[in-house]
């Protein structure tokens, strides 16, 4: 099992920055892609970015260029730099793990741009 818990949201105007955080309970070495993850009221949960245990990215396109995913294994923790953020980005952002065919999700953060 993979428990996660995420920090570093709140509220920043738009042009801010924020840096989420997500901890995982066990090595992140061994855990095959963790990501993370966006959802607003009445909308499905979308990807932002994600990092497999080799450190390959993925971005999405509606962030590409302003946001960044990145891991510290010494740490067991997965980072989601976060700058010039808008207005639109204001959701609840969640960190999830793929580890042995199974996936495993933190608690959400929210996070408010105000414009």
């Known amino acids: 099992q993979v428990q996660l818990v995420e920090s570093g949201g709140g509220l920043v105007q738009a042009g801010g920055s924020l840096r989420l955080s997500c901890a995982a309970s066990r090595s992140i070495a061994s855990i095959n892609q963790m990501g993370w993850y966006r959802q607003v009221p009445g909308k499905e949960r979308e990807l932002v970015a994600s990092?497999?245990?080799?450190?390959?990215?993925n971005v999405a396109d509606s962030v590409k260029g302003r946001f960044t995913i990145s891991r510290d294994n010494a740490k067991n923790t997965v980072y989601l730099q976060m700058n010039s953020l808008k207005p639109e980005d204001t959701a609840v952002y969640y960190c999830n793990a793929y580890y042995r065919l199974t996936e495993y999700w933190g608690q959400g953060t929210q996070v408010t741009v105000s414009s």
């Open positions: 990092v497999t245990n080799g450190g390959r990215t």
